[in-house]
């Protein structure tokens, strides 16, 4: 398993064009949760979530080292794993951004910590152009 490194560098995430553009749509879905209060998204996550109905019903998730193996990528096995056709994913993502932003730790909304971190760029900018709209909307 990796180490958990929290020096500046880390924060700056590459990710493909192809698997920005799915962060940017990713972003674009959360804009519908903007209004609601971390109490009801958290709500909704202890209710629908897939990874708390796991734990709630006594599953146990295998061992890292079991998920990751054969993976380049062993947090994104994680996160299939936990995340794959869970209804709430977006409530989750949206949650988490709110409360720990560049800060997250683990598996969040389907996406890594390294995907995660790109999205709060992407949502943080989302948001500061939504802020200067006029009211009412984007003008189509």
């Known amino acids: 398993h990796r180490s958990r ?5 880390r924060w700056c995430v590459v990710v493909s064009e192809d698997r920005r553009r799915e962060l940017v749509e990713r972003v674009r879905r959360l804009r519908r949760l903007r209004q609601v209060p971390d109490d ?23 061992p890292f ?12 096995a994680l996160a299939e794993y936990l995340c794959t056709g869970c209804p709430v994913v977006d409530h989750c993502l949206e949650l988490e951004l709110r409360t720990c932003g560049a800060q997250t730790v683990g598996v969040f909304g389907g996406l890594t910590e390294d995907e995660r971190r790109e999205v709060h ?15 009412g909307g984007p003008s189509s």
Do not use: I, K, Y
Request: with cysteine.
């Open 5 to 9: 490194d929290r020096s500046p560098h």
């Open 40 to 62: 009801v998204l958290a709500g909704v996550l202890w209710e629908h979530g897939c990874c708390v109905g796991r734990f709630r019903n006594g599953l146990q998730v295998p």
């Open 121 to 135: 760029r992407l949502w943080l900018a989302d948001r500061a152009t939504a802020s200067e709209e006029p009211r």
């Open 65 to 76: 080292a079991e998920l990751a193996e054969g993976s380049d990528d062993p947090d994104r």
